[in-house]
């Protein structure tokens, strides 16, 4: 059983940045694609980002954040990152941090086993 536990959200001015943590335990970290999805209020969950878990990890970012935002790893310490710059009003959602260990299609919510809880970013215009 793999624990996932996310941290860095918070409130912040249009252009700004945050960077969100997500430490994981329980499980062979190094094994599992890790991701972020986010939902907004009366929205459905979408994705952000993932990072594959090959030695020369593989990213993928969906369309309205790519050049804004950065997804990275770090095995040793079991925790994964999204670096989120040029923060917009429209990003404002609760973002989670998720695990799997066979992801086909890195964009879907339904390839991944373990989720966090979220935490809030909320952007100010």
């Known amino acids: 059983q793999v624990q996932l536990v996310e941290s860095g959200g918070g409130l912040v001015q249009a252009g700004g940045s945050l960077r969100l943590s997500c430490a994981a335990s329980?499980?062979?970290?190094?094994?599992?694609?890790m991701g972020w999805f986010r939902q907004a209020p009366g929205k459905e969950r979408e994705f952000v980002a993932t990072i594959t878990w090959r030695t020369i990890s593989t990213t993928y970012y969906a369309d309205s954040v790519k050049g804004r935002f950065a997804i990275s790893r770090d095995n040793a310490k079991t925790t994964v990152y999204l670096q989120m710059n040029s923060l917009k009003p429209e990003d404002t959602a609760v973002y989670y941090c998720?695990?799997?260990?066979?992801?086909?299609?890195?964009?879907?919510?339904?390839?991944?086993?373990?989720w966090g809880q979220g935490t809030q970013v909320t952007v100010s215009s």
């Open positions: 998720a695990a799997g260990s066979q992801v086909l299609v890195p964009t879907s919510a339904r390839q991944y086993d373990y």
């Open positions: 329980g499980g062979t970290f190094s094994r599992y694609f």
